[in-house]
């Protein structure tokens, strides 16, 4: 936990938080994939994340965001996280998000190699998650988040650190 936001790790899915994947996506030159969201008026970037639907396995759920958010599927699988990460949600936006059901979101974490090239990417999909994309640095990557995400950036960074280093 940290003083910007609360977040927790377990071994399974905390209960009363939505239950969603992240994806870290290591691109060229040991860069990262991050997205400014669309639904915002403040400039927030994230790495692309979703929720997993009933009887979906977390590879395969990670697969299906990246294809509505992103564009793509031509990835190579790395590795999945070790744990799970919940974060809260600031109160006024739970209230309102998943008719006020969650805290915040608990995710597994998934690491994919991009094999595609830049003109694969494509956000004009359905899911319009985001507006504009670009690679960076992993360790940008904790202060592009909200702040209420920052805590379990630097824990996904701190454990994918060895795929790109």
């Given at each position: 936990?940290?003083?910007?936001?609360?977040?927790?790790?377990?071994?399974?899915?905390?209960p009363?938080?939505?239950?969603?994947?992240?994806?870290?996506?290591?691109g060229?030159?040991?860069?990262?994939?991050?997205?400014?969201?669309?639904?915002?008026?403040?400039?927030a970037?994230?790495?692309?994340?979703?929720g997993?639907?009933?009887?979906e396995?977390?590879?395969?759920?990670?697969?299906?965001e990246?294809?509505?958010?992103?564009?793509?599927?031509?990835?190579?699988?790395?590795?999945?996280?070790?744990?799970?990460?919940?974060?809260?949600?600031?109160p006024?936006?739970a209230?309102?998000?998943?008719?006020?059901?969650?805290?915040?979101?608990?995710?597994?974490?998934?690491?994919?190699?991009?094999?595609?090239?830049?003109?694969?990417?494509?956000?004009?999909?359905?899911?319009?998650?985001?507006?504009?994309?670009?690679?960076?640095?992993?360790?940008?990557l904790?202060?592009?988040?909200?702040?209420?995400?920052?805590?379990?950036?630097?824990?996904v960074?701190?454990?994918?650190?060895?795929?790109?280093?």
């Open positions: 936990m940290n003083a910007e936001s609360s977040c927790y790790e377990s071994s399974e899915p905390h009363g938080y939505r239950p969603c994947v992240g994806i870290f996506l290591i060229p030159h040991a860069k990262v994939f991050v997205g400014r969201r669309a639904d915002v008026a403040v400039e970037w994230q790495m692309p994340q979703g997993i639907d009933p009887g396995t977390v590879r395969a759920a990670a697969l299906r990246l294809r509505e958010e992103v564009g793509t599927d031509r990835v190579e699988f790395l590795r999945e996280s070790a744990v799970w990460r919940a974060y809260d949600l600031p006024a936006i209230a309102r998000m998943w008719g006020g059901r969650y805290r915040g979101q608990t995710q597994k974490w998934v690491a994919f190699r991009f094999l595609g090239r830049d003109r694969d990417i494509r956000l004009d999909g359905p899911h319009h998650e985001f507006v504009a994309w670009r690679w960076v640095d992993p360790e940008e904790p202060a592009l988040v909200v702040p209420f995400k920052r805590c379990v950036y630097l824990s960074v701190a454990e994918f650190r060895p795929l790109w280093a």
